[in-house]
């Protein structure tokens, strides 16, 4: 059996070897996905071994290896989990065809969601997790920053109502894009900013874009341009979390053009 001493200096080897450890522990599997916008095969997760090694350690109990059930969200969140866990990276809704699916990161998940919800245009949203090599991520997993994942949001939207460079217009009144690995108060690779285009003309514009904001800002933009990757739904809790009350159970207005200040914690 394992002394804390013994237990302490192997996780500070882990963590060396690794470059981020977990709390606890889960097995990550490689994922080679084929998605709507492109092919990829990703490298050989450097956090296998290291999330394997907390495993037989603490035996991958609690929260941090539990694997959440997507089937038992509500929509979209089931539609997502199951295409994540299939591979692929939806660019339209397979329910509701008519609407277009975009993917941001920005800090903290709760407080980008409702300033989307807000958004005329914008039917549906769904947080989560993406850009991470592990298969079925959850919250502590994550925010160990051993996964590879950062917090983000997927938006659903009716492009006869709204267009990609509206959302665009949200996303950077809402962020700081030079700030590197974080937003506010939060920071660590999981609070990293993104925007995720899923479709050849939301990259067009998206460059185009980041090439205009580039000239409000003498450091450059830290925000990642990339093409979406699938995308795993975070646990039922975190869904319109601060619409619903937040920690503080004070409900936030999510009503199309609200202009409240958001409080980012509820």
């Known amino acids: 059996t394992m002394n804390l001493n013994q237990a302490a200096i192997a996780i500070s080897l882990a963590a060396s070897s690794a470059g981020a450890f977990s709390r606890s522990a889960f097995l990550g599997r490689n994922m080679a996905v084929t998605t709507s916008v492109h092919s990829a095969s990703a ?23 539990q694997q959440i059930e997507y089937s038992n969200l509500p929509w979209p969140g089931d539609e997502l989990g199951a295409a994540a866990q299939q591979g692929t990276v939806l660019t339209t809704s397979p329910k509701k065809p008519n609407l277009e699916l ?11 969601e409702l300033a989307f919800q807000r958004v005329p245009g914008v039917e549906y949203t769904a947080v989560g997790y993406t850009q991470g090599p592990e298969e079925n991520p959850n919250y502590e997993q994550v ?3 051993a996964t590879g994942h950062t917090e983000a949001l997927v938006v659903y939207y009716n492009p006869n109502d709204t267009s990609f460079d509206a959302l665009l217009d949200t996303f950077f009144e809402r962020v700081n894009p030079t700030t590197v690995n974080g937003q506010g108060n939060d920071f660590g690779t ?36 990339k093409a979406a990757t699938p995308f795993w ?30 409080r980012c914690y509820g």
């Open 43 to 65: 490298a050989p997760s450097r956090t296998t071994g290291t999330v394997m090694f907390f495993g037989n350690l603490f035996g991958g109990a609690g929260a941090f290896g």
């Open 143 to 145: 925010c160990s920053g």
């Open 190 to 225: 999981q609070y990293r900013t993104g925007v995720y285009f899923h479709t050849p003309a939301q990259e067009a514009a998206a460059r185009e874009r980041f090439a205009k904001e580039q000239e409000n800002y003498q450091k450059p933009i830290a925000t990642e341009l």
């Open 102 to 112: 975009a993917t941001f990161a920005g800090g903290c998940f709760w407080g980008l």
């Open 233 to 262: 739904p975070a646990e039922k809790y975190h869904q319109q979390y601060l619409e619903k009350g937040g920690r503080f159970n004070q409900p936030q207005d999510a009503s199309k053009g609200a202009t409240d200040t958001i």
